[in-house]
């Protein structure tokens, strides 16, 4: 009688990388809204990027975890008086991302759910014409959640990727002759990238 172990596990733990790109809308909130609104400036959007490495646990199914660099830089915001604004942001973030319907957590359908413990926005305002510059920036941290749905391409020999995020950041900057000040913004964006 010939006995063979069937208690082999099989192991479905991974890590990957991911990197996507896409488009981002700033909305700004207190301390950013009030000259934003003054100034009729346009809408502020620009490129968004993100670089991030996950790992999928043997013994947690439908989640992983990682890491996530994200950054947007905006193109130009004006006005009819000759004024640009531009509205740069980058942050780092501990990443989770759920598969509601997929246990190995690999492909289809995910949410994803962000934590930025650091985020710094850069942000100027200049009129060439009548040499007039102002530059501020402010670091702090945020929030952000998106849906997205990742795919096999080229016969399975890679994954893409799809989302569309919104973040929610609360930083804090020194101003001249006002001191300490909070800037709130939201970001909305549109991703594509693939898994490596």
Known sequence: MNVFSQNTTVD????????????????????LKER???????????????ISA???????NFLNFGL?????????ASNNKGDEMFFNFWGAA?????YPFNKMANKG??????????????QKYRNEAAKVYDHQFAIGSGIGAGIGYEFP??????????????????RTGEVNSLGSKTFLSHCISTSLGFKF
């Open 94 to 98: 501990l990443s989770t991302k759920y």
């Open 68 to 76: 996530k660099f994200k950054a947007l830089g905006a193109a130009p």
């Open 36 to 50: 934003y609104d003054a100034g009729n400036f346009a809408p502020s959007g620009g490129g968004v990027y993100n």
């Open 109 to 122: 359908f995910v949410i994803l759910l962000d934590y930025f413990f650091i985020t710094q926005f850069t």
């Open 153 to 170: 391409v080229f016969k399975n020999k890679f994954k893409g990727c799809f989302s569309i995020d919104y973040e929610f950041d609360s």
């Open 54 to 60: 996950y790992r999928k646990f043997k013994k947690l």
């Open 12 to 31: 479905t733990s991974f890590t990957y990388g991911e990197f996507k790109a896409g488009y981002g809308i700033s909305l700004f909130g207190e301390g």
